[in-house]
């Protein structure tokens, strides 16, 4: 008993002395080196500037997000990012440093179904591939693969195999392997090969799953078999592709086919290809498109997304033809929503497929063309709402398209991504639509969380909207606007210096008492620079994220909101650093906001006109009592 705990805990350090935790994180996660460690956006939350550390000296190797405060050694990082069980990703990890484990066996016995899947999946793999180069068995597949122009270091690259003409190979396979098994753990039993679709019950007794067809091994990340598919060979079979059944370890709505051999250059190059089957992924392969990855006969789902935005920025779609269209891209859109990656709707010349396309003798050519003239997605969506904007110039039809975009946004499922991303959604359409940011807002479904904490336990009915009072510049003379901006500039000081006060209530002058974020929209801003520091600023508290300077200054983009935030970071310092500190600063800071908030939003006869009639319109197309008052107020 002593030994064998000695004996794993001893595997456990030579596994991790043997393991260079930079190199391994760094074939997921990009990392880069700063002094001592390398740093790199954590993957284990919705990460926007680098905040995990990966340290490796004196002795030490781990990983730490200062974010989300995910971290741990090499074996963490497998059973954590790639999930992994501790056996496993200590066996993982010794074959790729080349040790041999002391404590085999005994650990092993109380297996789970996973271990017994994959060993399955491997004794299967290795029947295909070694059928696929024997003379004869391979022949059927090895002409498929001819006509197709696969090469052998394709095959190689891919596992290609071949499952042969037979009714009972791979069983009679199996029945020689048990045979010459030394012990149980060697091989799993029978049941395990028939729940991965590899055997199956035949009229007298088991047969082969997979007969007569070209076999596609599905690998994962570490290029470990986890399914397979099989295209058929003779014209007369059905289906043309058969598919292994979903298990523990085969998800196909988180797998992407080739993941394995595109990863490295997803993550170098930042982009993504996504095409619709397998030899279209060798196809791309083969023409030197490393980054290309096939969904497996689904549409693209949020766990593929989610896999996609720890490698990359940007996923491109590929349509052959033109029913790509609107649609393609709305569901492409509804699935990145909810992640931080730009999508890009790329149709391929003459619907051709990409294998088909590669095939020609300009093909890689047509196929870069068309790669680079992809549109953005978002792009896309908007262009029609766009058009219907243009169509409609009154006021009343403008809103009303508005309208009908935010509830088509809503249906898609916007209310639920995270404020952030939200936040980048939103001010792109505002870009594209020429609609502004807090305009779309306003009439936008409200998120469910938010909804939900707006009626109060008591049932008092709900909060008091925040004071929204975008005012457009024109109106305020050279004094006022130099006062406004001055306000607005020492807010952001205060925030800039001391984030931890934002979370702070602050009592306005009309008896509110609100965290600042709620207190002033970013629309509130009128000084432009100021605005875009303030809507990098108010998504991240909103959000509930860190908000260092680093931070905003990494999400607000431009260069000169970034000095901007510097300039106002020493300045917030230094006077946060006064009798009273932080706090007093920013109550200081909100009363300034709020003084010359007041000047200017004193509604004149004319505006409370207009207001009224934009109050009738809106209650004529069925808008809620809230926005209504939302709207208001915005328009004071
Ligand atoms: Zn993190």
């Not at 909103?542 to 983009?557: I, P, R, S, Y």
């Amino acid at each position: 008993m002593v030994s064998e705990a000695y004996g794993q805990s001893n595997d456990r350090d030579r596994v991790l002395d043997a393991t260079d935790l930079v190199a391994l994180i760094g074939e997921s996660v990009p990392l880069k080196a700063k002094g001592r460690e390398h740093v790199g956006l954590c993957p284990f939350h919705d990460d926007r500037s680098p905040s995990m550390a990966v340290v490796t000296h004196k002795g030490n190797a781990f990983y730490k997000c200062f974010a989300c405060g995910a971290s741990g050694n090499a074996i963490d990082f497998m059973i954590n990012y790639h999930r992994m069980d501790f056996p496993d990703a200590l066996r993982y990890l010794a074959q790729r440093a080349g040790i041999e484990l002391q404590q085999r066996g005994g650990g092993e016995s109380t297996r789970d179904e996973s271990a017994d899947l994959r060993k399955a999946m491997q004794v299967a793999l290795r029947f295909y591939r070694r059928a696929l180069a024997d003379a004869e068995l391979g022949a059927p597949s090895r002409a498929v693969l001819d006509a197709r122009g696969i090469s052998s270091s394709m095959r190689e690259a891919f596992q290609l195999g071949a499952a042969p003409a037979s009714w009972d190979r791979f069983v009679e396979h199996l029945g020689r392997l048990a045979e010459h098994a030394r012990t149980k753990d060697e091989l799993p039993e029978q049941g395990v090969f028939e729940r991965s679709g590899l055997v199956r019950q035949g009229q007298r007794g088991p047969i082969d799953g997979f007969r007569n067809r070209v076999i596609f091994p599905i690998l994962d990340e570490l290029a470990r078999p986890i399914g397979f598919g099989a295209r058929k060979i003779d014209p007369e079979d059905e289906p043309k592709y058969l598919n292994s059944p979903e298990s523990p370890i085969f998800r196909k709505g988180r797998t992407l086919y080739g993941i394995h051999a595109a990863k490295k250059p997803i993550i170098d190059s930042k982009v993504a290809i996504i095409t619709e089957g397998y030899t279209d992924v060798i196809a791309c392969h083969a023409a030197g498109f490393t980054n290309a990855v096939a969904t497996l006969g689904t549409a693209l789902t949020r766990e593929h997304a989610r896999v996609l935005q720890r490698l990359c920025e940007t996923v491109i779609l590929l349509f052959d033809g033109d029913e790509a269209g609107q649609r393609a891209a709305d569901r492409a859109l509804e699935t990145f929503f909810a992640v931080p990656v730009d999508v890009r709707i790329c149709t391929l010349p003459d619907r051709l497929d990409p294998d088909d396309l590669l095939r020609q003798p300009d093909g890689a050519v047509r196929f870069k063309a068309a790669l680079d003239a992809s549109v953005d997605a978002l792009v896309h969506l908007v262009a029609g709402f766009r058009e219907r904007l243009a169509e409609r110039p009154g006021a009343a039809g403008r809103q009303r398209v508005i309208e009908e975009m935010c509830q088509r946004l809503g249906a898609m499922g916007i209310g639920d991504v995270p404020a952030l991303r939200r936040r980048t959604v939103l001010q792109e359409l505002s870009r594209v639509c020429d609609v502004p940011v807090h305009e779309l807002e306003a009439a936008l479904p409200r998120p469910r969380a938010a909804a939900a904490a707006d009626t109060r336990a008591d049932g008092s009915g709900p909060l008091p909207q925040a004071p929204l009072a975008p005012v457009e510049p024109v109106l305020l003379s050279g004094p006022q606007f130099r006062a406004r901006s001055m306000a607005e500039r020492d807010l952001l000081a205060v925030l800039l210096a001391a984030p931890e006060v934002a979370v702070q209530r602050i009592a306005t002058p009309d008896g509110d008492s609100l965290p600042v974020h709620e207190l002033y929209a970013p629309g509130v801003f009128l000084d432009p620079v100021a605005r875009t520091l303030w809507t990098a600023l108010h998504a991240r508290l909103e959000a509930g994220l860190q908000t260092t300077v680093q931070d905003v200054m990494a999400d607000c983009g431009e260069p000169t909101a970034k000095n901007l935030a510097a300039q106002l970071f020493s300045k917030g310092v230094a006077r946060c650093e006064a009798p009273g500190g932080a706090l007093a600063r920013l109550t200081e800071a909100v009363a300034d906001m709020e003084r010359v908030l007041a000047r200017v939003s004193e509604p004149t006869p004319q505006a409370v006109d207009d207001l009224r009639r934009r109050i009738d319109e809106l209650k004529a197309i069925g808008r809620r009592p809230t926005a209504i008052m939302r709207s208001a107020r915005e328009d004071r």
